[in-house]
């Protein structure tokens, strides 16, 4: 399921590994996850950020895997990430 999501928070883990969520059009909160975690040179592709804080990402998600007290996980497809905009902060 290709769905849009507008990056709000980004960390760096151990290991060279990322965490970020963000939110869908419908205000949900969404953070696309990997199996083995995400790679932190993920954030870019073709040399260009994709995943950043205030860019809308579009993501190819797999299924749902809550985990309480992560009830907003979603597996993705690891190269399935598209820059779509950066979206302007309104403050």
Do not use: W
């Not at 040399?47 to 190819?60: N, Q, S, Y």
């Amino acid at each position: 399921m290709k769905k849009r999501i507008v990056i709000t928070d980004l960390t760096r883990m151990q290991q060279g590994h990322v965490c970020f969520c963000g939110y869908d059009k419908e205000h949900a909160c969404i953070r696309p996850i990997l199996l083995h975690g995400i790679p932190e040179k993920s954030l870019v592709k073709d040399g260009k950020p994709v995943i950043f804080p205030f860019a809308l990402v579009e993501f190819d998600f797999l299924s749902p895997r809550p985990e309480p007290p992560h009830t907003e996980d979603y597996f993705y497809i690891s190269n399935s990430t598209a820059f779509v905009q950066r979206v302007a902060n309104s403050q």
